[in-house]
């Protein structure tokens, strides 16, 4: 990977839209997890044939994670690496440790010759800004054949290069992946099944994933998002120092995000009505599409992402890039960074016509037009910048400093939190960030 001694996806995994994932109770899906491991040891003896023993049962434990602090010049907004975060580094307060501190463990098990199952807890600030462990991973492998496995549970989402290793600062080379290309898709995991068939094409390998599963979101009580009937597929191809990664995500969305705007709208006649039909988020589907790149011949690395969101709601869709590149010298790893997000259609509305209405009933609507275009100007538009220094202390941790440029534009917030009246778009955010990472 890009960061000078990071593990590659498969490593990370053995050692290792605004929205917050609403996670089943943790006690019922511990409960399914030592239910799979435990129907996974009653068929070892019937997984292995005698000319093929089964492994011995074997559990590892490893852990992962981020300590941070990030300060923002802007005061009339809050930076941060996630939207589903309650607060950052700005209007909140000046310096943050919220913003990519994170710690994780992993349980990995082996149970039979075909039979595994591993379970990943992450805690981090949420949006109920506490620190609640989350399950991240908790799924049970068959491996059909050296080519083919299953999985069952929860699973890392098939999207971005850094999909399988999205939560572990180490594994990458910068202090977070680019904010304008995977806020886009701020959920990590899905509740589901896949699968994946690793095969060669000449010098080139391959690993195709295909996934179906849900999910059940939540801002704050009693707001809401659902993720119905998600299908995802995926393929990575390695040629050497050369990886490249093509996905695609799309999912049934529902949420009460807004419920009482549009249910204003729906009450003003069949205009109304069609706005209200026009940006809710109701059963509507989600497109997520995405390309990725990496270059590394090991003493310097080129990456780079694009990709592209298509919803028919306020949600909107979008279309965003990164590029990032650095150098490797001993210890030490400079990088720079260049990202930018923009919306792909209207982020205003004129809404309902006010001229000639009543005077008590005007204001009332102009207070609708105005709503509908505040949940409009959440769509990201935004540009940054960034450089950056990586420092391996050791194999097994690293020290980051980083300063990011960040521009919202267009009227647009981009992915900062928390505005305060005085914001202004257009206006650039420095934000400083320093991380310690490490792995164990």
Known sequence: MPGRMAPRASQVQATHPS???????????????LLGLALCGAARAADAPASEPARPAGWRISGFGTLGVVHNSEHEADYTSSVLKSNGAGASRHWSADVDSRLGMQLDATLAKRWSAVLQVVSEQGMDNTYRPRIEWANVKYQ??????????????PIFLTADYRKVGYAYPWVRPPVESYNVLPVTSSDGVDATLRWSLGPVRNASQVLYGHSAVTLVEPLHVYGRAGIGISNTSDWGALSMRVNAVSAEISS???SDLFDGFNRLGPAGQALSRRYALDHERITLASIGIN?????????????????????????????SAGWRWRTLTPYATWAHVRAAGS??????????????????????????????????QQTSAAV????DLRTDMALKVQYDRVTPHDGSRGTLINLTPRFQSGRPAHVASVALDFVY
């Open 19 to 33: 929205i917050h994932m609403q996670q089943p109770r943790p006690a019922h899906l511990l409960f399914l997890s």
């Open 144 to 157: 059909v054949t050296p080519e083919l496995a299953l999985r069952a549970g929860r699973i890392a989402l």
């Open 256 to 258: 009460n995000i807004g």
């Open 295 to 323: 270059y590394d011949p090991g003493t310097w690395f080129v990456m780079a992402e694009a990709g592209r969101t298509n919803s028919d709601s306020f949600l909107g869709s979008t279309r965003s890039a990164y590029v």
């Open 347 to 380: 982020t205003m509305e004129q809404g309902l016509p006010t001229a000639g209405l009543p005077p008590t009933l005007a204001p009332a609507v102009g207070a609708l037009n105005a709503g509908l275009n505040a949940l409009l100007a959440t769509i990201p």
């Open 388 to 391: 950056g220094l990586r420092w």
